[in-house]
């Protein structure tokens, strides 16, 4: 009874979006006030029963329940609770409700909170939001139902790809969905700009706030999954290239561009056609994610590999939505206005040059990521481009990003001075020089790359940290007036100075853990000792373990230095009965200087494994903790703009007391 309870939930939500994509836009052309309010009851509907959808499909994964497809092929009885309820949205079906969920959450959230936004853009917002729902629960309802019924159930379940039944992963999906989907309602404000032909400031700090909670969404989501892939695949890397990482990284690039490019249509009234068409791109491109995910095209850990028909219902509503949104801006963008006149040495320059460099890294990543999956299409071949391709095109792109990066903040509008700029960050320029210079000293060489891309980390750090002491006036004043004006400087400039010094912090980890690697791969029997990166790592044997619904074999691994004991590390190989699947789980020692990592292959054969003789992977990863390090710092920097009042939808709070002296503008 209750998988039908979400059927029908999901029916009347499907019905509250064919309304909703309908009335409240001829209510905005017609001036029908009555008509565009309904937007909010409907948006409110539509969540309401896509929430009791969700929350029914998530009871059956929970109770076992295998009359239930979806829990048949995506859960067993003997599964942990928290991977059951993981399983919810493990599976195509479970996460694409997943997605519609939040779709209509976004939506939802625009009409009760964005009370400030004039009647007809939030009307005409809304009713954009729904055609994407619209698209969404046809294609949930026809295609991909999750309350499919077995008949007779069988005994058990298949249980979830064991890969997948891990916490970091179990977090990785919703934060993915919530930047992919987040961006949805930014496309939805670009289009109802365009229908509506006005797009002025008070739009872009509308749709600012909207995507920053994305964008933080997805930083988090992608950071949490190469965390997961580093710890859990056994293969030692946290970026591998993969199809699918690719099209996570591809919305976030281009998100990056699209938030600063709304920093310039919100200051300067500029950028306005720049800022609409990346709206439109960067929904585009999480839609494109969509596809490759769940058309059958790739196969892939990440990926859902289902029938090509489904891909085929995806890839209509990928050309609908793109190349209708696409048409629209080509007609009605030439009528937009121009905006403020600004320098070619300004901040609105500096930003310019920031948004054409991550455009073109986003262009690069599509097309390395397309062009084998064209190849196949056309020819037959299998193609694979991997790091290498986008090692030479992408970091190149980047290096100039990140010295701009540093630069950016010390310009002033309009016009700016960049001799006097360079001048103030003089000292940044020679330590970050000289500190390149003493790490090539003391790794005895190495790639020129990795020492540029260290001193350019380097100087972006310390360039983020006298542009904020800048703002405070710090050992220009006295401390206390100092600390005054910390408290007083906008949250959007301490989020600013807080994500850009994640970024450097995040490149000193890529660099370390890439340039300065160790690794080993060796055959072993117990007693066996291996030398690696100032460790003596002895391999004292394997062990057969039994968890809740696996076995494994656990090896034991003593660590010491100079003689000294550090750790004992146990790597595991793990076989899933039921899913009739193997997994590597990792040991890690890590440290802020490095991880020691250790994971235990296959015997190369039942006799080895009967003599205790294995295949070992050690490395040794320098740095690598400053990749999540950083992370967390940009998505800290992102929540504490997204705190700011100025970027919240509505009124800025009235102050009582008189304005404080004035302070440098923030971005």
């Known amino acids: 009874m209750i998988p039908e309870l979400g059927q029908f939930a999901l029916t009347l939500a499907f019905g509250f979006a064919l309304v ?21 009851a409907t948006s409110l509907a539509q969540m309401a029963f896509t929430l009791v959808a969700f929350a029914a499909l998530m009871r059956s994964f929970v109770v076992s329940d295998f009359t239930v497809l979806n829990v048949v092929e995506n859960s067993h009885s003997l599964k942990p609770l928290l991977f059951k309820i993981a399983g919810t949205w493990g599976s195509h079906e479970g996460s694409l409700l997943l997605w519609v969920l939040i779709l209509t959450m976004f939506g939802a959230a625009v009409s009760f909170f964005g009370t400030n936004i004039s009647e007809g853009l939030r009307a005409r917002t809304l009713s954009v939001q729904a055609w994407i729902s619209v698209g969404f629960f046809s294609f949930m309802l026809f295609t991909s139902n999750p309350f499919e019924r077995v008949f007779p159930p069988p005994p058990d379940g298949q249980d979830l790809n064991p890969l997948l039944q891990d916490v970091g992963l179990a977090m990785h999906p919703p934060l993915l969905y919530i930047g992919y989907v987040g961006f949805s309602i930014v496309f939805s404000f670009a289009v109802a700009a365009l229908i509506e032909g006005r797009v002025d400031a008070a739009w872009a700090r509308w749709v600012r706030p909207w995507t920053l909670a994305a964008w933080i969404s997805l930083t988090g989501g992608i950071a949490l999954g190469s965390w997961w892939a580093y710890y859990e695949l056994g293969w030692g890397g946290w970026w591998f290239w993969d199809p699918v990482e690719n099209v996570s990284f591809m919305p976030w690039l281009l998100g990056t561009a699209l938030l600063h490019s709304a920093i310039v249509t919100e200051k300067r009234d500029a950028f306005k056609s720049w800022t ?3 709206a439109i791109l960067t929904f585009s491109m999480s839609l494109l994610g969509t596809f490759i995910v769940r058309s059958g095209l790739l196969t892939s850990v990440h990926a859902f590999a289902v029938d090509p028909e489904r891909g085929l219902y995806i890839l209509w509503l990928l050309g609908l939505s793109i190349g209708g949104s696409l048409l629209l801006f080509a007609w009605r963008a030439p009528a937009l206005e121009s905006g403020g006149l600004f320098r070619p040495i300004s901040r609105e320059a500096g930003l310019l040059v920031n948004n054409l460099l991550l455009a073109s890294a986003t262009g690069t990543v599509l097309f390395g990521t397309l062009y084998p999956l064209f190849v196949e299409a056309l020819s037959g071949e299998r193609l694979s481009v991997g790091p290498p391709f986008f090692n030479a095109t992408f970091i190149p ?13 010390f310009l002033s509008w309009k016009r700016a001075d960049l001799a006097g700029v360079l001048q103030r960050l003089k000292f940044a320029a020679v330590l970050s020089g000289l500190t390149a210079l003493v790490v090539w000293y003391l790794t005895e060489g190495g790639p020129v790359l990795a020492y540029l891309s260290l001193a350019l980390a380097i100087w972006l750090f310390l360039a983020a940290v006298m542009e904020w002491t800048g703002r405070i006036r710090f050992g220009e004043v006295p401390i206390k007036e100092a600390l005054r004006r910390v408290k007083n400087l906008p949250r959007a400039a301490h989020g600013m100075t807080m994500a850009h010094l994640g970024l450097a912090v995040a490149i000193v980890g890529f660099v370390g853990s890439t340039a300065w690697k160790s690794e080993e791969i060796v055959f072993v029997t117990p007693g066996t000792e291996i030398s690696i990166a100032g460790f003596d790592v002895v391999f004292e044997g394997v062990e057969r373990i039994t968890g809740p619904n696996y076995v494994a074999n656990r090896g034991t691994l003593i660590v010491e230095s100079n003689g000294d004991y550090v750790t004992t590390l146990y790597p595991e190989r793990r076989q899933y009965p039921v899913a009739q699947y193997s997994t590597t789980e990792s040991s890690i020692r890590s440290t802020l200087a490095g991880d020691l990592y250790a994971s235990l292959a296959e015997p190369a054969s039942a006799e080895a494994e009967e003599q205790g003789a294995w295949t070992l992977r050690i490395l040794y990863e320098p740095l690598v903790n400053f990749i999540w390090i950083g992370s967390a710092m940009l998505v800290l920097g992102g929540g504490l703009s ?10 800025p709070r009235r102050s009582a007391r008189r304005p404080a002296a004035a302070e440098t503008p923030a971005e």
């Open 20 to 40: 909703q994509s309908v009335l409240p836009m001829l209510g905005a052309s017609r001036g029908n006030l009555l008509w565009m309010r309904s937007a909010r």
């Open 276 to 278: 609409i068409l990346l």
């Open 397 to 409: 792109m980047m290096l100039p990003l990140v010295f701009a990066m540093a630069i950016g903040p």
């Open 642 to 651: 997204l705190s700011d009042r100025r970027l919240r939808i509505g009124a």
